[in-house]
């Protein structure tokens, strides 16, 4: 399944290491990823496949609330439908 | 991949602009549970239910976790009761409402809605044993929502049944006078009702539905008053345009979890009802989004008009959104469910008259609206009836849910709390309208059924 993960919060050393190694570690493969300082707000936005995940979307989903949370992060993911869904016709 | 400010734009949506599911509701048929025993029916009503909708919640909990969208209701509506009931010889029919709660509880949805009873050009003993039956069985059940149809353009309006249901309205309350009068809150009297509305109370699952069907509700009033924000001072044309995308937008969200839940549970996909469903939360009111366009406080001159464009809007983006569009499709203007509503009544610019108004450019009616305690029933027979004709006559669904709440009075508020909210309890007219709601009989259909 393809999914959209988000990442904001203040920008520091480190948020792309410890996302990508904590998607690595579930086994997540990243297909695309986009990253800018809004208004000095770190925000990425990656798309990553979850076919080969090595846990159930709901555990995936709670870690990666658990790391945005020791990170100071505001961090989500969601089917990528559902962003399709409203934007591309 | 996407556009990064259309995955921000989508976000900002659902967690700063109250963007939700409002509803998936399972429409289930319990034609096959009629049985001359009433205990036995209510035991195949029960089995039925549970079969079928005993995947709905963990579906729908499924949904709003990968799709990071949340769905605030997971329903069952049923067909209407007092068909299923006809046949059953003896005993209490509100027994059935008890089955309906226990299969309810059992499969963990929010409401069920059906226990129902479509009585527009006459009534049967069995309609009339469901009618006398309801204040028990509001009173007595948790979940259990019920609707009666007493008029649509084709028959007319029957006024029998207009003036039986005031008093059952007031019965009700007196029934749930403890929770002030909370029964009613569950209880709608319909003009033209639909038979695939996802929404409650008036949910049930019409006699030309399949026998198991998915129906979404969408929402969304936060995203709409966001939106217009951004296009303050312009002219109309352009304020349209924008409800217009928002509401297509907000569809396509309702489209795609429809249609995930179809699939899911192995059950046809019905229809996305576009309804702008508010909630008590501040940033999801119908009545902010009508004050966002020039107007002071909701309820003052020009408030139809605005509520008329928001409507015709909606529908108009929403329908190019979804394979099939149904239910009530339209805004909702519940009193005690609107902050802005609220806010509104309280200070006496929204008043009943203005609302009856309202009701004939948007979806429904009066809609959760406390009223004085000692209202007579004739009064609320009277509401009804003014509110079945604008149905009747402008071929749309009208409703009315009143709730006389016992021992209150204007200056008052009553609190149901949750997505029910609270409200103000507002005045009616003093004078009686007794003698005309006692002719009974029926009003009948106006030219405009006359179609054929």
Known sequence: MRAVMTVIGPDRVGIIAGVSGLLAEKNVNILDLSQTIMGGIFTMMLLVDTAGANCSFEALRDAIDAWGGENGLSMRIQREDTFSAMHRI | MLDRSDILETLAMIDQQHLDIRTITMGISLRDCADPSLKRCGEKIYEKICRRADKLVETGRAIELEYGIPIVNKRISVTPVALVAESCEGGNVADLARALDRAAAECGVNFIGGYSALVHKGATPGDLRLIDSIPEALSDTELVCSSVNVATTRAGINMDAVARMGRIVKETAARTADRDGLGCAKLVVFANAVEDNPFMAGAFHGVGEADCVINVGVS?????????????????????????????????????????????????????????????????????????????????????????LLNDAVKKGGVMASSHVGGLSGAFIPVSEDEGMIAAAERGTLALDKLEAMTCVCSVGLDMIAVPGDTPAETISAIIADEAAIGVVNHKTTAVRLIPAPGKTVGDRVEFGGLLGSAPVMPVHPESAAAFVARGGRIPAPMQSLKN
């Open chain 2, 220 to 308: 969304g009033p936060g995203v709409v008053y966001h939106a217009l924000k951004e296009v303050r001072g312009e002219p109309f044309d352009l304020v349209a345009e924008t409800v217009k995308r928002t509401a297509f937008r907000v569809t396509r969200m309702g489209q795609m979890v429809a249609r995930a839940a179809s699939e899911r549970l192995g059950v046809p996909f019905g229809v996305v009802d576009l309804s702008l469903a508010p909630t008590p939360a501040v940033g999801d009111s119908v009545a902010r989004i009508l004050e966002e366009m020039g107007l002071e406080v909701c309820g003052t001159h020009g408030t139809t008009a605005a509520l008329a």
